[in-house]
């Protein structure tokens, strides 16, 4: 089955797959520990799944890792803005929507637009990923309307490198922290 794509909006064991390791990652980030992805890790890598299923894992657990190091070594780890661009230069974008949602719920004003605008930041790299192209348009020219005009980022990274990559629609994922993630 060469075919078989890991593809969580049209396939179920994909969005299994995806859901299940992002909310672990939510609650290792939360813990201080790696149990509850390596237990959702082993318990689908334990069925005899499809390349794309273990190659979609593997590679997560490898980000998870690396982005998990970076969060809990700096005096920044409990900021939900440093936790999301960390995540966000490791490739998780879906896993910085699940945090930085978390924080919108409580989250007022400007800082609230803007979370919601990063995760459609997010949002517009997952749905390029696969093949959502005019969704992504959509989603990128309402998170531009915010980061043009916030300076809340400022602190953090260059926020035009992103805005610029979210009007240019065959733009790769632009790294926003550079060096602290490497």
């Known amino acids: 089955m060469d075919s ?10 994909s969005r299994d797959i995806r859901n299940d390791l992002s909310s672990a990652m939510m609650e290792s980030l ?7 992805i390596s237990e959702v890790a082993n318990r689908y890598l334990a069925q005899s799944l499809e390349k ?4 979609y894992i593997d590679d997560r657990l490898a980000r998870y890792e690396k982005a998990l190091g970076v969060i809990w070594k700096s005096d920044e780890g409990n900021d939900h803005f440093f936790q999301g ?8 974008q879906f896993e910085l929507h699940e945090v930085l949602e978390h924080a ?7 800082e609230r637009l803007v979370l ?6 997010a949002g517009v790299y ?16 309402k998170s531009v309307a ?22 240019d629609e065959k733009s790769t994922l632009p790294k926003l922290l550079g060096a602290w993630v490497g």
């Open 85 to 92: 661009l960390v995540l966000w230069d490791c490739g998780l």
């Open 146 to 167: 915010v980061l043009e005009k916030t300076e809340m980022l400022k602190p953090y990274c260059d926020i035009r490198v992103l805005v610029e990559a979210l009007k």
């Open 52 to 55: 794309p299923y273990r190659e």
């Open 4 to 13: 078989l794509k890991f593809e969580p909006f049209q396939d179920r064991l």
């Open 104 to 110: 919108w719920y409580h989250a007022i004003g400007e």
């Open 116 to 121: 919601q605008a990063m995760i459609r930041a």
């Open 30 to 36: 939360k813990n201080g520990n790696t149990a509850a």
């Open 126 to 141: 997952i749905k390029r990923e696969y093949g959502y192209t005019e969704a992504a348009k959509k989603i990128a020219a």
